[in-house]
């Protein structure tokens, strides 16, 4: 079993849909990670998160620590939001271990 | 400000062949780090730095070496690549894994 699960793997909506992406881990955490990669590869870094909820634009992320759960939420999304989506604990002092990712595409 | 620069884009070995996987940042970060991707598998860690000088191995170390010599390059070695060394392979750096992580280009690397 994977030490990071995230749901859906893959996530097909409409524009305009609110998005939502889980991440549940296994282990303790001193903080989690979501990035977003895009369809021609790169990575970049969304949310760092150790406790609560931290906005930026349509992006809202979560955690609960206790319940070792956290989400990724987009409001009114848009095509450009098509990619896929990684989850990363971090374990210890200084290792990252991610998820598998949820491909999300949002049709027009 | 180019932030984090990963060599080359894609690769193609002959198994037993060796290379080097460049990265350099400009961003003055601390924490450096590599992984692999593979399909169907998230991102894997394979050694990461703190620093010049000071490496440690992450998830998947075997068939791969780093050395810190500077703050700003973090290479990454295959000293005799292996077919199961296919993938696609990231470098990442950032003040420490508790701040925002920037992400290299990555590298398509075919060992045939």
């Known amino acids: 079993k994977n030490e990071v699960e995230q749901s859906p793997q893959n996530l097909t909506a409409q524009e305009g849909e609110f998005i939502t992406i889980n991440c549940s881990y296994s282990v303790g955490i001193s903080a989690l990670h979501w990035l977003q990669q895009h369809p021609g590869g790169g990575i970049v870094s969304l949310f760092m998160?150790?406790?609560g909820k931290k906005k930026h634009g349509r992006l809202i992320a979560t955690i609960n620590i206790q319940e070792k759960h956290s989400s990724l939420h987009i409001t009114a999304s848009h095509p450009r939001d098509s990619a896929v989506y990684i989850c990363a604990v971090l374990q210890g002092a200084q290792k990252l271990v991610f998820g598998q990712g949820t491909r999300l595409t949002i049709n027009p | 400000n180019a932030g984090v620069t990963q060599t080359p884009k894609f690769q193609v070995l002959k198994t037993g062949q060796s290379m080097t996987l460049q990265c350099a940042q400009d961003?003055?970060?601390?924490?450096m780090s590599w992984y692999r991707q593979d399909p169907g598998m998230g991102l894997r860690l394979i050694h990461y730095s703190v620093g010049a000088g000071i490496t440690d191995q992450g998830e998947v170390p075997n068939g791969y070496n780093v050395s810190r010599s500077t703050t700003e390059d973090f290479p990454l070695r295959l000293l005799s690549a292996a077919p199961s060394q296919t993938s696609v392979y990231f470098c990442?750096?950032?003040?420490?894994?508790?701040?925002?992580?920037?992400f290299g280009q990555g590298t398509r690397l075919t060992v045939v």
């Open positions: 961003m003055n970060h601390e924490y």
């Open positions: 998160l150790s406790s």
């Open positions: 990442a750096s950032s003040y420490s894994v508790y701040t925002e992580a920037f």
